[in-house]
C-alpha cells in the first residue's frame, strides 16, 4: 500500500512533480511493483488528481473515505476487510524504492513463530552532520537486537562523549505491518511523544508494539522538499 496525500506542508503537490518524465508517485508505484514481491500494490489516496494519475496509467488506487492524520490510518481503512497477513507502507514521495531492501524487511517475518515482531522498518547509517542535525531527517537508536527504542528528529544519541564513537541511523518511512498491530494503531489515541516529534511510529512504541529495524545500505532520496526533487533528478539520470 501506498499512502498518498496531495497536500504536504513542506512541498505541496510534491506527488505530482516531474521526475525523469513521469511523476513522482507513479515512479514510486511503478517501482513497487517491479519489486515482484507482492500480490497486490495500490496508492491510497483522498486527491482525485492522484487517484486518475495511477488509474489512467494502467494502476491501481483506492479512494479514502474519512479524512486521515497519517499513513498508517489510511492504509488500515483500505485493508480492513482484505484478507492478508503482512501489509507493506511504501512512502509516495520514494520513487527509489528497491526489492533487495523490501525483500529484508519481509525477510524477518518468517522466523518470526511466536509473532514477537509487530511490524518491521529500515534504517540506513549516516555520517553527514548536516543531515544528523537536520530535524527533516528522522533517526533512530536500536536495542542490541535491532528494536527501536526511539525515533527522533534530534540527533540521538546526544555525543556527549566525542571519543565514544556514536553510530547514526536514518529511518526509511517503509513499514511492514502485522496486519492486527496496523489495524490497532487507529484505535490507539495520540500520546505527547508522538504529538511533540510529528513522527507516527512512536505511537507503536508508546503503547508497546515492537519495531524490528532492518539496516540497509540504499539510501535513494526521500521527496521532501523542492531541493530534495532537485537531488531526484539528478540521481535519477
Known amino acids: 500500500m501506498i499512502p498518498a496525500r496531495y497536500s504536504a506542508s513542506r512541498f505541496p503537490g510534491k506527488l505530482m512533480q516531474d521526475l525523469g518524465g513521469k511523476t513522482v508517485i507513479l515512479r514510486t508505484y511503478e517501482a513497487t511493483v517491479a ?36 499513513g498508517s ?22 520513487p527509489f524504492t ?5 525483500a529484508k524487511v519481509l525477510e524477518v517475518f518468517k522466523d518470526d513463530f511466536k509473532k ?42 546526544f555525543p556527549r562523549d566525542k571519543e565514544a564513537e556514536a553510530r547514526y541511523y536514518k529511518h526509511k ?18 500520546k505527547f511523544l508522538e504529538a511533540s516529534e510529528k513522527i507516527e511510529c ?4 508508546e503503547y508497546g508494539k515492537r519495531i524490528k529495524m532492518v539496516e540497509t545500505t540504499v539510501e535513494g532520496v526521500e521527496i521532501d522538499t523542492p531541493e530534495d526533487l532537485e537531488r531526484a533528478k539528478k540521481l535519477w539520470k
Not at 75 to 94: F, K, P, R, S
Not at 202 to 205: D, F, G, P
Request: proline share 3%; aromatic share 8%.
Open 35 to 70: 519489486t515482484k514481491l507482492f500480490d497486490d500494490v495500490f496508492v491510497v489516496t483522498d486527491s482525485d488528481v492522484i487517484f486518475n494519475e495511477i488509474v489512467s496509467n494502467g494502476g491501481k488506487a483506492i479512494m479514502s473515505i474519512n479524512e486521515h492524520e497519517s
Open 73 to 94: 490510518d489510511r492504509i488500515a481503512e483500505a485493508v480492513e476487510n482484505v484478507d492478508a497477513d503482512i501489509v507493506v507502507n511504501v512512502q509516495g514521495d520514494e
Open 98 to 102: 528497491e526489492r533487495d531492501s523490501l
Open 116 to 157: 514477537e515482531i509487530d511490524l518491521a522498518s529500515l534504517m540506513v547509517e549516516i555520517t553527514d552532520s548536516d543531515e544528523i542535525n537536520n530535524p527533516n531527517t528522522v533517526k533512530v537508536i536500536v536495542d542490541q537486537n535491532d528494536f527501536a527504542l526511539y525515533f527522533s528528529r534530534s540527533p540521538i544519541p
Open 173 to 190: 518511512g517503509i513499514y511492514a505491518f502485522r496486519k492486527e498491530a496496523l489495524l490497532d494503531f487507529t484505535k490507539l489515541p495520540m
Open 202 to 205: 512512536i505511537r507503536y512504541l
